[in-house]
């Protein structure tokens, strides 16, 4: 498992200078061109959307972080009557779209390296700060669920989001702690996870690092938000339109495999009736195997060494059923449970 700002390394490791991942790769697939309308739904610094527009395509962007927001004027002051920039979940991206559809939509999942740099975000813990990890800065927290939660809840969390083997064991020193006094900062937090689960001499990340990101996912819906803006780039992409997904780790890729392969046209019914029902082919793929980043990039820029690119081709089926089942996402408990 790995962390968008990093490689397995560092998951949650110290400052690091954004780059785009993969900006070659992403422009190739989504082939921005003038007169065009594409939609980056995960503005973050702006490396994209600075890409598409110098393509000549006009870009509407989202973002659900007000820092990442506010980092885009610039962008808007470069590119008048071009460029749109909204604070917004990706996952409503088709409320966004002009009325002709758009012609593509890139998304790059995750948290960014900026988020993980600042100390008061509470997302990493070799920066020392608040237990916060929420993105849009607003809902439950990370202590929140720290403080708050089951420990079977704990558990399930630790061990599908960060396939963490330890789950259980965290979990219920987690609880023991939390009736002394309740978890505040990140180095609280992780400083109890080493000493519960010491690291090994052959470990290469620290014994938090899953833990950690476990509850940036928890925390902030990431797979939740991630297949809804699926079914929102379906919704909103015209016929050619093009959608290009870019993942850090095995739980986002899974989903975006699995939507892809569910839009892709296949067969139903039992191999032993003469005449088979074939679902609609909503998407073409555009490659039949992700995309990794290449050597060099990988060597220069530790955030692309775990990033896979999928795409697809939208056609001019209509939108499919949205089943959240095709994922096969954990049952985990309602996060707005734990509200204070």
């Known amino acids: 498992m790995t962390d968008h700002g990093s490689g397995t390394d560092d998951a949650i490791g110290g400052p690091i200078r954004h780059i785009p991942v993969m900006l070659a790769e992403v422009l190739e697939h989504l082939a921005p061109a003038s007169g065009q309308s594409i939609l980056d739904g995960t503005f973050g610094a702006g ?140 180095r609280d937090l992780a400083g109890m996870i080493e000493i519960v689960t010491p690291r090994k001499m052959t470990d290469k990340i620290h014994p938090a690092t899953r833990v950690f990101q476990a509850l940036r996912i928890y925390v902030n819906n990431e797979l939740g938000e991630l297949a809804d803006a699926l079914f929102a780039a379906e919704r909103a992409l015209k016929p050619g339109g093009r959608l290009v997904v870019v993942t850090f780790h095995s739980l986002e890729d899974r989903i975006v495999k699995r939507y892809f392969a569910d839009r892709a046209g296949k067969a139903s019914g039992s191999r032993h009736l003469p005449e088979m029902v074939r679902a609609p082919e909503i998407f073409k793929p555009l490659s039949r195997q992700a995309v990794a980043a290449g050597e060099a990039e990988a060597a220069e820029n530790p955030r692309a060494r775990s990033a896979k690119l999928r795409s697809g081709i939208r056609t001019e089926a209509p939108a499919g059923r949205t089943d959240l089942s095709i994922f096969d996402l954990p049952d985990l408990a309602d996060i707005e449970r734990l509200k204070g």
């Open 47 to 186: 490396g994209y959307s600075r890409a598409i527009l110098e393509a000549g395509a006009d870009v509407i962007a989202l973002d659900r972080d007000p820092n990442a927001i506010a980092g885009g004027a610039a962008l808007l002051a470069d590119y008048p009557g071009r460029f749109q920039l909204h604070h917004s979940n990706f996952s409503e991206l088709d409320r966004f779209a002009p009325e002709g559809g758009l012609d593509g939509v890139v998304l790059d999942i995750g948290v960014s390296s900026m988020q993980i740099d600042e100390a008061d975000r509470g997302f990493s813990f070799q920066r020392n700060g608040p237990l916060d990890m929420r993105m849009a800065q607003a809902g439950v927290s990370a202590a929140d669920v720290v403080n708050r939660a089951k420990v079977s809840d704990l558990t399930r969390i630790f061990g599908f989001l960060g396939e963490e083997r330890q789950a259980g064991r965290i979990a219920r020193a987690i609880e023991k702690r939390r009736l002394e006094k309740p978890f505040e900062t990140t």
